[in-house]
C-alpha cells in the first residue's frame, strides 16, 4: 500500500453505540468526511498505528476500516482503539492519526467472544510492532506537534 503511513486527522463522533466501551474495546469514530477522503489503495482490514486526541500524548492504536462484516454494517467506518486508559470520554474532540501497517482482513465471527479475542490479538501484535526502534520516527513526527496545535487554537 502506497499511501502507508496515511496521516488524517478529524472530529470523534458518537458511533453504532454497541456498547464496544463494555467490552472494554471503546472505539473512536471518525466522521464520513474523514472516511471518504481515504486513498483508494488503502482497502479495508485492520490496521495499526500512533494516535492522539486534540494536543495530548501520543499512544499506539489499532484501527478497523470498513464494513464490520461481523455487525453487517452498511456503512464504511474507521474506528480507533487508542491504547490507553482515557478518564473521560473524547467526542467532540480532534483526534489525529497515522496509521503505519496492516494487520489482517476484515472478518465475521461465530460469537461475540470471537470478535473480542481477535481485537485482543490485533492489540497485542500491535504493541509488537510499534515497540520496534524504527517506528519512533513517526511517533515524534511534527503531524502530532504543530498542526494539532493549530487547529485547537483556531488556526
Ligand atoms: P461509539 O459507538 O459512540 O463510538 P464506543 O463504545 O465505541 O461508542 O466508545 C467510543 C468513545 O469512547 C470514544 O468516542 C471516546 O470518546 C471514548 N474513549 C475512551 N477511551 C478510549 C480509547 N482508549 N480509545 C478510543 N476511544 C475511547
Ligand atoms: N468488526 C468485524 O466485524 N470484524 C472484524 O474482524 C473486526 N476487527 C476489529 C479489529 C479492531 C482492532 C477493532 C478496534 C475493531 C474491529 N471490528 C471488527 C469492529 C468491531 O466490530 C466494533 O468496534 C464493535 O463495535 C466492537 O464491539
Ligand atoms: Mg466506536
Not at 474506528?79 to 465475521?108: A, M, N, Q
Not at 485482543?120 to 510499534?130: C, V
Amino acid at each position: 500500500m502506497k499511501s502507508l503511513p496515511y496521516f488524517c486527522r478529524g472530529e470523534v463522533v458518537r458511533g453504532f453505540g454497541r456498547g464496544s466501551k463494555e467490552l472494554g474495546i471503546p472505539t473512536a469514530n471518525f466522521p464520513d468526511s474523514v472516511v471518504d477522503n481515504l486513498p483508494a489503495d488503502i482497502c479495508t482490514g485492520i490496521y495499526y498505528g500512533w494516535a492522539c486526541v486534540g494536543t495530548g500524548d501520543v499512544h499506539r492504536m489499532v484501527m478497523s476500516i470498513g464494513w464490520n462484516p461481523y455487525y453487517k454494517n452498511t456503512k464504511k467506518s474507521m474506528e480507533t482503539h487508542i491504547i490507553h486508559t482515557y478518564k473521560e470520554d473524547f467526542y467532540g474532540e480532534v483526534l489525529s492519526v497515522v496509521v503505519v501497517g496492516y494487520v489482517r482482513p476484515e472478518k465475521s465471527f461465530d460469537s461475540l467472544d470471537s470478535l473480542i479475542a481477535a481485537i485482543n490479538n490485533d492489540i497485542e501484535e500491535a504493541k509488537r510492532r510499534l515497540d520496534l526502534p524504527e517506528h519512533n520516527k513517526l511517533r515524534e513526527d511534527n503531524f502530532f506537534r504543530t498542526s494539532a496545535n493549530q487547529i485547537m487554537n483556531g488556526h
